[in-house]
């Protein structure tokens, strides 16, 4: 189109998402037949919590009436399980949505944002959207580099964002690591804390309580999701937690209704499922420690993780195994777009998804 009318320069710097391919578009295109295993988009493969899906079906009927724009109920049932004001939570569509609603608040082109590099893609396109400096910190030896990031902070930066565990890493920064990372950086500072896969998570000393910080007045939201353990991806549910102010200020700018009914009722119920949660932790562990032994009897590197997918490193083209995988009915993840043009994210399925995996990368390879 040449037409003198053009987009603005930092619109036309944002490189979009690219998402794990859907079950649909890879059968669509590869005309597969038979069941596909979809390892792309760390669902939970149990599927959807049972509770939920009651909930939803009862409320599809309600579809005509516009949302409780608050999400009162769900707000409050978060706040009393958390032991914090409703306040002091946002509900969104998913937990990414709140990320340009952070950085259209508190950045701009005056100020920056620090990420690491192998974090969610996602907060460097908030930080784009919002026509921010983008600071990114490289990693050491596949970890994150907490005093390089804190090394990197500049008089103009605002935001810090830090996801535990890291997607597509599957690591964290652990209890101690955090703590001398809050107590060395500015508190002019927001510290995003986004635990996407808190849930996956029990027993583990090492993982910090980032509770802690927001209780002691930090700087800090921290955002979780309905999209991983509660499998309710599809319905879009996420919630962020910080003080009041920071609340107040995101919720100006989100649209309104942003959160539709039938998600309401979702995460309500979802939030009472606690069978659903324990079975997709147990499968995530057992499948866990079979793909371990996989791996390293097939030779290939991993990095133990603590969510509910797995980065391998084939030290070669991924490509082309991601490809392979496909023509097998298995979707996984490259991540070129993250820097990583060898390794696959695969999402830890069920006992029999696992073997399959297995089967066909023995096969491929
Ligand atoms: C670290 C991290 N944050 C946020 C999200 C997105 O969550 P939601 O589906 O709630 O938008 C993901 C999804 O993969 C993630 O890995």
């Not at 609603?101 to 192998?118: D, N």
């Not at 994150?144 to 103009?156: F, G, Q, T, V």
């Not at 006992?351 to 390879?365: D, G, V």
Request: proline share 5%.
């Amino acid at each position: 189109m040449d037409k003198g009318f053009e987009a603005r320069e930092f619109v036309k710097k944002i490189r979009p998402y690219k998402p794990g391919k859907p079950i649909e578009e890879v059968v669509r295109e590869l005309h597969l037949k038979g069941e596909i295993i979809k390892l792309a988009s760390n669902e939970n493969p149990l599927g959807t919590s049972p509770l939920a899906l009651e909930a939803m079906q009862k409320a599809l009927n309600e579809s005509y009436l516009y949302p409780d724009d608050n999400c009162f109920y769900l707000i409050r049932k978060l706040a009393s399980r958390l032991g914090v004001d409703p306040e002091n939570i946002i509900a969104g569509n998913g937990s990414v949505e709140i990320l340009p609603l952070l950085t259209l608040a508190y950045l701009g082109p005056e100020y920056s944002a620090i990420v690491s590099q192998g974090s969610f893609i996602w907060y460097k396109i908030a930080i784009n959207i919002a026509a921010g400096e983008l600071i990114e910190v490289p990693l050491k030896n596949h970890m994150r580099d907490l005093n390089a990031m804190r090394s990197a902070i500049k008089e103009n930066t605002k935001i810090i964002f830090l996801d535990n565990p890291m997607n597509p890493l599957g690591i964290i920064n652990t209890r101690d690591e955090i703590e001398n990372f809050f107590r060395q950086i500015p508190d002019n500072i927001l510290v995003v804390m986004d635990e996407a896969y808190h849930q996956y998570i029990v027993n583990k000393p090492e993982y910090p309580d980032s509770f802690k910080y927001y209780k002691e007045g930090k700087n800090i939201i921290i955002l979780h999701t309905f999209s991983k353990i509660y499998g309710l991806a599809g319905a879009r549910l996420g919630y962020g937690l910080a003080d009041e102010e920071i609340i107040s200020n995101l919720m100006k700018l989100r649209i309104s209704f942003n959160v539709n009914r039938i998600s309401q009722v979702a995460g309500i119920a979802a939030l009472d499922d606690y069978e659903h949660v324990k079975r997709g932790r147990a499968v995530n562990d057992a499948g866990k420690e079979f793909l371990y032994d996989a791996y390293k009897k097939l030779g290939f590197f991993y990095l133990p993780t603590y969510g509910n997918f797995i980065f391998v490193d084939f030290e070669k083209d991924s490509n082309i195994i991601s490809e392979s995988l496909q023509r097998e009915g298995i979707i996984t993840r490259t991540l070129k777009q993250y820097g990583f043009p060898n390794a696959l994210r695969i999402t830890i399925g069920t006992e029999e998804q696992n073997k399959q995996l297995i089967k066909a990368l023995k096969k491929i390879l």
